[in-house]
Nanobody, 126 residues
Framework: QVQLVESGGGLVQAGGSLRLSCEASGRPVRNYAMAWFRQAPGKEREFVAAISKSGITTDYKNSVKGRFTISKDNAEDTLYLQMNSLKPEDTAVYHC???????????????????WGHGTQVTVSL
């Protein structure tokens, strides 16, 4: 069993930056692939960024490439999402997710993840 707790969300103006954190407990994340998803009001939860268990391989939603960076600190059991040049359309509740990984693959489909955090709200104003 893995517990995930997100933090770092808030209200920021367009063009600003935020850094989200996701602290894991219960199992060491060095054996787990991780990802960030987001859900805006009235919309489906969507993939944002994913990282392999080693932290070597990453993937991003096209609209955040070049603006967001996902990283993983296995020593601290923490996942991060650095978000720069934020836009109003980035407004959503951001959730981290994780799953046990036997290899070093990345996973971008929400159905493949077993554990989820409750989320942190990110609001970007004009």
């Amino acid at each position: 069993q893995v517990q995930l707790v997100e933090s770092g969300g808030g209200l920021v103006q367009a063009g600003g930056s935020l850094r989200l954190s996701c602290e894991a407990s219960g199992r060491p994340v060095r054996n787990y692939a991780m990802a960030w998803f987001r859900q805006a009001p009235g919309k489906e939860r969507e993939f944002v960024a994913a990282i392999s268990k080693s932290g070597i391989t990453t993937d991003y939603k096209n609209s955040v490439k070049g603006r967001f960076t996902i990283s993983k600190d296995n020593a601290e059991d923490t996942l991060y999402l650095q978000m720069n040049s934020l836009k109003p359309e980035d407004t959503a509740v951001y959730h981290c997710a994780t799953r046990l990984s036997l290899n070093d693959d990345i996973y971008t489909t929400k159905a493949t993840y077993d554990y989820w955090g409750h989320g942190t709200q990110v609001t970007v104003s004009l």
